[in-house]
């Protein structure tokens, strides 16, 4: 490692210009190359998430980079889901029982532009837009580009080149197609899409529904999510089949039939989408994925991080976070290792691999728990003793929510295991009726509660580690 | 589908020609094209196993296309592992309790030709070799090859195309290039790869250890294994980090380092592998690598079978009785499916998938259990019940292994559900020391473990069932 190599960054979202900012920060020169416009110039939000949950371990990384702050002036806080069922009842599932544990709800365009500008405004990091990668030959390091305008091909020799070029990577791409050893990859579907639809603020600018909470609909076969933005808006999710159930995406093609859907399932989020038709026919449907892969890295010449590397569904709110985690280890990696890339790049990829890869079960897991369980009597009777237990033994219990969201010293692959075992300790207590589940319980009460929670999840550990189980 | 469809099968292993064989005696006319030379006038073994483990699935997909008896007669019984450590000492482990239930050691070459003949002999099956699969444009049902003699490039124009094209499919990458749906898929590979030794026969052309059994030596980081073949000799194969620990595939690149690696860890098997030298240098290394993917089949045109649906690790003995099981499933479809073909290909994935999945989830525990298990106090007890309680309750007590290895109307994840949680059961109980473990236990003190296993079971499967968990 030399403060003189010529870093590649290609990508400039949200990973890519936070990791250029803090190299930029520990002296190294990094040229940073993003196949689309600057977004703080043209709007180039289609297709893509508008807004986006941002928690503690995202912001660990942005104070890290100095800029905690300026993130913070844009974020909406959203302290639970608010559930709403078919009547247009609702009902509240707050994210934790302590105090100022929230998650927030901002703008992925914005945030980008932050960090676009604190990238730019450092001597070190120069921004190349409209230059898209088309090819790594990560053997001699030079990365392929065509330039948008111009149209013409490029090729830039570097010393290092890092991949923040998202769930879509060329980098990882030419991994595949080099076949320069045995690469470990994998992408997987969910039977589900998503697409986006608003609901815009009311005639004075204010939000129609709460804004201190992330709404969900959810149906078993189907949800719909609703995340407020800073001009009173919301913006709305589907996720829906792409082809099984009475309703999907395949035949949903009339404006008669989403409408009889929405009535159906969605009656009162119906009435706060005028634009639905417009929206459902013109916006388009997305696809959720995972990937995993293995090696990020070759030799000191290249590294994947951020989505490149592990691009995970969106039902934890964990995405960004776990991109922001990754220039965290990265740079805490920096700060103890001085060796070659090389070292850095394996050193990194030892600490951090099996977090992402929790990560992305646990957001996975989400789905289905967002989907049907969390109108699930069982499991509501479970919350309510989690936030319960919380807030009463604010120090002695964090559930699994609260250990991936607002936790950032656990790591992902601790919370997960610890947070299921947790809720399965709970859930069969619930089940077997060896806990209270009464509406008030005292503290002493919960402090039994607690106990055999406790106990459980410990037998339930050391149960599947007897096992060999990981 | 219709009897006078042009079907097109590629890839004459062992799924393909017994695919090939099967449609033929149902009335479908195929053609079988293979990028190999005829394996039954060519040697062409190099870099592939040479023999594998067939098993009750397997025989009941031969059995249904009348080639059980063919086979049995190449077969040779292995009836249980026999365990080697570094002193020389070995201890037997078999692999059931009931009488009549054992693996079977048979050349893949021997069997192959076996189906090539039943198949070449059937009047609705020709079959092509030397001709390569290069691409298959999966819409129009047109396979591309290039013939391996001639050089020649040719299109066979299909109306159904089987991909029985093994691990690297050509069919499965076109699924992948074509990006005409959402295509999941995974390749992952472990950190060791193999390479196949020889145990020569004796002067006397005999087995020079226990032809009985299939020999292990359990050395945790690596693992030698050695099946017996007809004429005497075992093929060997060595499980080694490629990069990793003391002795690696990276490292191992002198003879002296060879000896000194094979003294240390292999003194016994080192005696009897006289060309060790010449066959670590001259023998490929192999990858082992997982592959799944979905969806199978692209509308009523093409459908993967075999390895090339879903290639597994050879830890459990059953990825030739998987491949083979594929056409017992698909033929009991035909039998019961009328519609269209691609009404069949997704009938086919919907019962078959979470089977092929889990079978290449048990062979990857198999791995760990081979490699540490086996030589493990715990696990050396558990087997013992376990081989207890199948003799003394044969028709109440079945062990995973018994389930996925002997029992094939119980499908690959039932057995591995039910057979993962009486493990954990069983490891738990005598850890806690719950049940009695003495060497000769009455058949009242084996009641009582049989009982006690059973009904932790059911509450470990109940546990798993209200916490949501699959």
Redesign the interface.
């Known amino acids: 490692m030399n403060k003189k190599d010529n870093i590649v960054v290609i990508g400039a979202g949200l990973c890519g210009s936070l990791l250029a900012l803090r190299l930029a920060q520990r002296g190294y020169k990094v040229a940073m190359y993003e196949s689309r416009p600057d977004l703080r110039t043209t709007d180039i939000s289609a297709g893509r998430s508008i807004n986006l949950a941002l928690s503690d371990r995202g912001f660990k990384a942005l104070r890290l980079a100095g800029v905690e702050e300026k993130a913070r002036e844009i974020c909406i806080p959203m302290y639970g889901r608010l559930i709403h069922d078919t009547e247009g009842n609702t009902f509240a599932s707050n994210y934790s029982g302590r105090n100022g544990e929230y998650i927030n709800s901002i703008s992925r365009g914005d945030l980008n532009g932050i960090l676009l500008t604190e990238a730019e405004n450092h001597e070190n990091v120069t921004i190349h837009f409209n230059k898209k990668c088309t090819s790594v030959d990560i053997e001699n390091t030079i990365v392929h580009f065509k330039d948008y305008e111009t149209k013409e091909e490029f090729s830039v020799n570097a010393d290092v080149v890092f991949g923040t070029d998202g769930a879509g990577s060329i980098l990882r791409k030419s991994y595949y197609l080099e076949r320069k050893f045995?690469?470990?990859?994998?992408?997987?579907?969910l039977t589900h899409g998503y697409k986006e639809l608003e609901i815009p603020a009311d005639a004075l600018g204010k939000h129609q529904i709460s804004k201190d909470h992330l709404h969900i609909w959810p149906r078993g076969k189907y949800m719909l999510i609703a995340l407020p933005n800073l001009d009173g808006s919301f913006t709305v999710t589907l996720f829906l089949s792409?082809d099984e159930g009475e309703y999907n995406f395949n035949n949903l093609t009339t404006e008669e039939k989403i409408t009889e859907f929405f009535e159906k399932e969605f009656p009162d989020a119906l009435k706060l989408i005028p634009s639905i038709k417009d929206e459902f026919f013109n916006n388009p449907t997305g696809?959720l994925?995972t990937v995993?892969c293995s090696p990020w890295s070759y030799k000191g010449n290249t590294l994947l991080m951020g989505d490149a590397a592990h691009a995970i569904v969106p039902f934890y709110g964990q995405g960004m976070n776990a991109s922001f985690e990754d220039v965290t280890v990265f740079d805490e990696i920096l700060d103890r290792c001085d060796g070659s890339w090389e070292e850095v790049f394996k050193e990194y990829q030892k600490q951090r691999k099996e977090d992402t890869d929790a990560i992305a079960d646990l957001a996975i897991d989400n789905y289905?728990e967002m989907r049907d369980?969390v109108a699930n009597p069982?499991f509501k009777q479970k919350r309510k003793i989690e936030m319960d237990l919380e807030s009463n033994f604010p120090t002695e219990y964090f559930s699994k929510y609260s250990m991936v969201t607002f936790n950032d010293e656990i790591s992902y692959s601790k919370a997960m295991k610890k947070g299921?075992a947790q809720?399965?300790a709970l859930?069969?207590l619930i089940?077997d009726n060896e806990v209270i589940t009464s509406l008030d319980m005292t503290k002493e009460e919960l402090a039994v509660v607690l106990k055999k929670v406790q106990e459980e999840t410990n037998e339930i550990l050391e149960?599947?580690k007897?096992?060999?189980?990981k």
């Open positions: 045995l690469f470990s990859y994998s992408q997987n579907y792409y696809a994925g995993k289905y369980h069982l299921r809720d399965k859930l069969n089940a149960e599947d007897v096992a060999g189980l």
